[in-house]
């Protein structure tokens, strides 16, 4: 699914927050939502499945900016919330979270600064045709701005108490 962009889902000052519902039914490199047009215009990546967890912002020449991994995954066959929150224009992921725990994710940054680019937004792939999400997404949320940790455990209870985890 494609979400039409005019710079509104772009990291700013006020930080990036992405809540997601995913449920993989297989391993690879698989995008649940990402920002970007071509490499060279891509801008961030969530991605989540049975041996990825990760976050990943991009420079304008289509290198990595920043990349935080993780070595908790979400489960197979079973749905999983996860969460990605960055804090600022640095674009570092400040917080990961998967089925309502903290997770602390490893960083490996780059030089330069976060490409903004006026590309859609996606949910279950990128633009480039490839690292389709093997799986089922459900109920994503994008905020512009820090949502805090209390209101994303607020989010998790819900869907917890919903069934969905």
Avoid at 11 to 25: M, Y
């Amino acid at each position: 699914m494609s979400i039409a962009d005019n710079n509104a889902w772009t990291i700013s000052a006020s930080g990036l927050t992405v809540i997601a519902l995913i449920r993989p039914t297989n391993s690879g490199i698989r995008d649940v939502v990402a920002k970007g047009g071509p490499v060279s215009q891509n801008e961030w990546e969530c991605r989540g499945s049975s041996d990825e967890f990760l976050a990943t912002t991009w420079n304008p020449n289509g290198s990595e900016y920043y990349r935080d991994t993780c070595a908790t995954f979400p489960t197979i066959n079973q749905w999983n919330v996860v969460s990605w929150r960055w804090s600022d224009l640095v674009g570092t992921a400040v917080l990961f979270r998967l089925n309502k725990v903290n997770i602390t994710p490893s960083h490996s940054a780059v030089s330069g600064s976060i490409g903004n680019t006026t590309s859609p937004v996606r949910i279950g792939s990128r633009d480039h045709g490839d690292r389709f999400f093997p799986g089922a997404i459900a109920h994503v949320a994008i905020w512009t701005t820090l949502i805090s940790t209390a209101n994303i455990q607020t989010i998790e209870d819900a869907a917890d108490n919903a069934g969905w985890i």
